[in-house]
């Protein structure tokens, strides 16, 4: 495979295109980001539905992911309340997926050989997707660079057969590469233009509209109208469009916790509200499976 | 003799669970020799990296002579089927079968030789089951395979005599082969005993012995210490992870800049070592440095890796640094109006709700406690507003720690402070407990609103669950008062918070709640008193009678009795109560009303004046002791009156032909009871 070459160091979007290419060599399906707002690649349907069933299923895409409660005004240099993560999923889980991620590390100029890779215990779970996984978070030099997990349940489901998915959250990765302290610096393209350049200004409204303007009466509402329209389609039994109000159900709440209107006890409340949701959608998915 | 060797190679299996497995493979196998009486060394190991489980077991003979037996069949009345059977089963015939009488009737009977099992084809017929015994904490499953295990499973070797047994576990074959790569799980090798195996790896500096990485581990951090005149802090558990993260470790000292040692240690603690499994260090008097230690996996030859968690540990510390500078210099005071808009509970108002009533509540406490009123309710004022900081939006487990920062940096007063910083310890059994008495205020407030809210919206954990960990609240509520000895009226207390609430125009129902929350209370006690390691029939005895202000009195109580039960003080205490509450309880089913009281009017001897005398010196004692009692006194006093007891059952009669008589006996004997009653109720006790 011709990548890049390592003598300078890969730009932000040279490190996407390595990615993909070498997972498209893997026989992955190459997807665009979905196009709804998510908290990370793992709510794109091609991973939290095609998790589910017996079909085999292999895809990797860039998901831009929304945690409001991470913006930071622009301010802070490792945080963000948008940015990108690449993720991997491969169902069912391939015997040598170790190795095939560290190759994909070399893809874009980590020789793992020359650093302290380690796979630290992280056993994931999402409350609002019913999930639940076993694996590890990948530290290299004591930095997190990736998320390994093999999915146990999805949607309240047990897998069958079980996926295995990898999230590399790409600013991370590319900050390591590049050697850079904040993630505003790194170099986006061969033309010097640097994260600063395309994402600051948004940061910095997002933030605003997230943590002060965002109307929480309005959105209590809208949380309740997606509800009561997700359960309509679920009872339609159209499990896509359903899971697709119940991530905007789960993107509002997102914003009403960022505005800190929600206590932490309601918090519970509101997840298993979603919960119930992506459990219902589950069902009517694995149903069109078999 | 011959040595067993197994290795389970696998993708990286957590510190936890390696552990785990290991006492498990170690237990199974041990307990599969033994039950097949084959010999073996018992000091054998079973060693882990997070890729191999490794058994090595030396000094099992080749062979095992098995006597000969008879083995029975079944009887000759049954079916000719069952013979058959039987004949099949022991792959004999039927020139070889007998029959013999027996005390249960006469059965077929076939007699096994004497003979020599080759240890080699019982281990290869069992090692897959004693495999499948493996227990684990949290397993998973992979790929569309069946088996569950703690990572992937990715091949096994095995090795008896430097032979390879094969055998088939799930959807792996043994063999003699294993990956000496772990990375790209390549590079197959063959094995044929434990000792070619560990050379070849020690060579790559691959150590598979634990505690050989441990102490290599320790030795390196010690000598670089001593150096530097640097100390780190005892902790175990740590240590215990690393050692099992890594396989070659090289332990690496790497520093932060010195201005970050401006935060409070706890926020730079808690990130190097939660955060990043870094073993903080500290100079000679305790103070956290600059400096600190990474256990790599791989030697630094580029000296990657310190740069590389150097950069790391600079870009968290300067998250939490900035926060610490936004946050610290936000007036507390000025915030306490913001918890309005954080909601404490669905049903239980906001945080701003729950620190008013945690300042009556504490107000309150303050009076038992002789503390200032003013402290008190300062620090209930502003024990909530961390809360809404970045930093405790960070480091969760630093709430309270964290306001305590606040507030010593905004000038408030030492055991404000302090107050603030402990108000959520106890957080269950095992954890740190306060000590100054503002601490135990603002704690007790803290827990008892919570309680009472909790109960008054009928939140109740139920047996199987408990998502608001309300257990743990009313255990740490019983150890606040049990251990630091505080004499508070824990019903009034209760009652005040219901009206706290009532205030805040809460419908709660007082009575249910402080009933309901009463038996709560009170069963997380009896639970306490049993991790205490207190007999079961103590505890039951000591919460019959004593009540909810009392918990305090039925721990000591407890405590006192438990010691003292095989010693005569606590033995013949139990003894008389036991003698005479056995005859009252046979009288009371042919019920007889008792008065309370005996008359010594109706005494015919001096045996029953003797034990009335001694009945009312004992009361006296139990209405003169006061808040000061000794309870070991009060179980010497009970148990003085044995010689009388016995005086009177080995001349008195108390079943007398005159029921008149008969019943003051009784009522003697119900005034005995009764004054026992002053310790705790006896009636449970086994003697």
């Known amino acids: 495979m011709v990548y890049k070459t390592k003598k300078k160091n890969l730009s932000f979007q040279d490190t996407i295109f390595n990615l993909q290419k070498y997972w498209s060599k893997k026989g992955c399906v190459i997807l665009q980001p979905y196009d709804l707002e998510v908290g ?108 390994f997990t093999y999915f146990q349940q999805m949607a309240g489901v047990e897998c069958k057969p079980v996926s295995v998915e990898i999230t590399y959250g790409l600013e991370r990765l590319c900050m390591f590469i590049q050697n850079k302290k904040s993630v505003f610096d790194l170099i986006w393209n061969d033309e010097g233009i640097t994260y600063k350049d395309v994402f600051h200004k948004s940061e910095k409204e997002f933030s605003a509209y997230n943590f002060e303007y965002a109307n929480t009466d ?53 997840i298993a509200r979603i919960r119930e949701l992506t459990k219902s959608i589950g069902k009517v998915w694995i149903e069109s499976q078999s | 003799m011959s040595e067993l060797f197994v290795e389970l190679f696998s993708e990286e299996i957590p510190a936890k669970l390696q552990i785990n497995a290991r006492n498990e493979l170690k237990k199974n196998i041990k307990n599969f020799l033994i039950d097949n009486q084959i010999k073996f060394n018992e000091n054998f190991n079973v060693y882990s ?84 015994k493996i227990t684990w904490n949290k397993s998973m499953k992979w790929a569309n395979y069946d088996l569950y295990w703690g990572r992937p499973l990715k091949s096994i070797l095995a090795i008896f005599n430097k032979k390879p047994l094969n055998f088939v576990f799930n959807h792996i074959n043994s063999s003699n082969k294993t990956f000496t790569d772990k990375s790209l799980e390549e ?154 808009n954080i909601n404490y509970f669905k049903g239980l108002g906001s945080y701003f709700d729950k620190i008013q009533r945690m300042r009556k509540l504490s107000s309150l406490i303050s009076d038992d406690f002789l503390i200032s009123k003013d402290k008190i309710e300062i620090a209930s004022s502003i024990c909530k507003v961390d809360l809404m900081s970045d930093l405790v939006g960070e480091f969760p487990e630093l709430q309270g720690i964290v306001g305590g920062h606040f507030a010593k940096f905004q000038g408030f007063d030492k055991e404000v402070c302090l107050a603030v910083s402990e108000q959520y310890l106890p957080n269950g059994m095992e954890s740190k407990i306060p000590k100054k008495m503002y601490s135990v205020a603002l704690s007790l407030s803290d827990k008892l609103d919570s309680l009472v809210g909790f109960f008054g919206i009928n939140l109740k954990p139920t047996s199987s669950k408990d998502p608001y960990a309300i257990r743990r609240m009313a255990i740490s509520l019983v150890r606040l008062i049990v251990e630091n000895e505080t004499k508070i009226k824990l019903k009034d207390l209760i009652v005040y918070t219901c009206s706290a609430y009532r205030d805040q125009g809460y419908d709660f129902d007082t009575k249910k709640i402080q009933n309901e929350l009463s038996d709560f209370i009170i069963e ?164």
């Open chain 1, 40 to 147: 990370a690649g793992t709510f794109h349907p091609a991973t939290t539905l095609r998790s589910l069933g017996p079909k085999p299923w292999k895809t990797a895409y860039v998901q831009p992911s929304r945690r409001p409660t991470d913006g930071r005004y622009g301010d802070n240099p490792n945080r963000l309340q948008h940015y990108y993560q690449f993720q991997v999923l491969i169902k069912p889980s391939p015997k040598e997926i170790k190795k095939m991620y560290l190759n994909s590390l070399s893809s874009i100029g980590i020789n793992y050989e020359e650093h302290d890779i380690r796979f630290v215990e992280d056993d994931w779970e999402s409350p609002t997707l019913g999930a639940a996984g076993l694996g590890w978070e990948v530290w290299c030099d004591g930095m997190e660079v990736s998320q």
């Open chain 1, 218 to 270: 309005n959105l209590f509402k809208i949380f309740e109208m997606l509800e009561e329209e997700t359960k309509l389609l679920v009872e339609k039994k159209i499990s896509l469009p359903a899971y697709d109000q119940c991530l905007k159900c789960s993107h509002v709440f997102n914003i009403l916790d960022a505005r800190g209107v929600i206590s932490v006890a309601q918090r519970a409340e509101y």
């Open chain 2, 49 to 132: 990296t997070p890729n191999r489980l490794v058994l090595h077991i030396d000094k099992i003979p080749n062979e095992i002579k098995i006597n000969s037996e008879e083995i029975r069949g079944p009887n000759v009345n049954a079916p000719e089927k069952a013979l058959e059977g039987f004949i099949r089963s022991n792959n004999t015939t039927l020139e070889k079968i007998f029959k013999k009488s027996t005390e249960k009737g006469e059965f077929y009977f076939f007699k096994k030789e004497s003979r020599t099992i080759k240890v080699y084809d019982l281990l290869e017929k069992n090692l897959s089951e004693i495999l499948t």
């Open chain 2, 187 to 340: 590079g197959l090798k063959i094995f044929n005993d434990f000792n070619s195996y560990i050379k070849f790896f020690k060579q790559k500096g691959v150590l598979i012995d634990q505690d050989l990485r441990k102490k290599i581990i320790q030795n390196k951090i010690n000598e670089i210490i001593n150096k530097k005149n640097l100390k780190i802090e005892q902790n175990e558990r740590l240590v215990d992870e690393i050692v099992n993260i890594v396989e070659k470790p090289a332990v690496i000292i790497c520093n932060f800049d010195k201005k970050f040692l401006n935060v409070p240690s706890e926020i730079l603690i808690t990130t190097m070592q939660s955060h990043q499994k870094y073993l903080p260090t500290f100079d000679k008097k305790n103070n956290l440095t600059n400096n600190f230690f990474v256990v790599s996996d791989i030697k630094d030859t580029k000296g990657f890796v310190k740069l590389g968690n150097e950069r790391v540990i600079e870009a968290r510390l300067s998250d939490a640094e900035f926060f610490w500078e936004k946050n610290k210099t936000q007036n507390l005071v000025k915030q306490v109006d913001k918890l309005k």
């Open chain 2, 524 to 687: 997380r006690l009896k639970n306490y008193l049993k991790e205490k390691k207190i007999r079961q029939d103590i505890i039951e005895s000591s919460t019959f009678l004593l009540g909810l202000d009392d918990l305090l009195k039925a721990y000591k109580k407890s405590l006192c009795l438990n010691k003292n039960i095989k010693k005569e003080i606590g033995f013949e205490t139990i003894a008389v109560y036991k003698r005479s509450s056995n005859i009252l309880n046979a009288e009371e089913k042919i019920s007889i009303e008792t008065l309370g009281f005996a008359d010594p009017g109706l005494f015919k001897n001096d045996y029953e004046k003797k034990l009335y005398k001694k009945i009312n010196d004992i009361r006296k004692y139990f209405l003169s002791i006061g808040k000061d009692e000794n309870y070991e006194e009060s179980l010497k006093i009970l148990s003085s009156i044995k010689n009388e007891v016995n005086d009177f059952f080995d001349n008195v009669i108390v079943n007398d032909e005159d029921i008149i008589i008969k019943k003051n006996r009784l009522e003697l004997l119900n005034m005995l009871c009764k004054t026992f009653d002053n310790y705790f109720n006896f009636s449970k006790i086994e003697a």
